[in-house]
Nanobody
Framework: QVQLVESGGGLVQAGDSLRLSCAAS????????MGWFRQAPGKEREFVAA????????RYADSVKGRFTISRDNAKNTVYLQMNSLKPEDTALYYC??????????????????WGQGTQVTVSS
């Protein structure tokens, strides 16, 4: 069992940066594929980024590639999402997700095991 708690969201202006954090409780954090998703009002939840268990590979949605960076610290049981050059269309509720033994290659279509409650990111123009 893993519990995920996101933090770091807020209200920023276009062009600003934010870093989201997701702290995981429970054991064996390093065995989990970790990911970030987001859901804007009136839209379906969408994949944003994922990072492999060993931190050796990542995957991003085209809409955030080059602006967002996912990373993890297995010693701290935490995954991060550094978001730069934010745009109003990045406004959404951002969720952290975990999938034990998952692969980055399947990150955008697998059924993730665990989800956090989300942290709101609002980008004003």
């Amino acid at each position: 069992q893993v519990q995920l708690v996101e933090s770091g969201g807020g209200l920023v202006q276009a062009g600003d940066s934010l870093r989201l954090s997701c702290a995981a409780s429970g054991q064996f954090f390093s065995t989990y594929l970790m990911g970030w998703f987001r859901q804007a009002p009136g839209k379906e939840r969408e994949f944003v980024a994922a990072i492999s268990r060993s931190d050796s590979s990542t995957r991003y949605a085209d809409s955030v590639k080059g602006r967002f960076t996912i990373s993890r610290d297995n010693a701290k049981n935490t995954v991060y999402l550094q978001m730069n050059s934010l745009k109003p269309e990045d406004t959404a509720l951002y969720y952290c997700a975990a999938e034990q033994f998952g692969l980055v290659s399947g990150a955008d279509h697998i059924n993730w095991d665990y989800w956090g409650q989300g942290t709101q990111v609002t980008v004003s123009s």
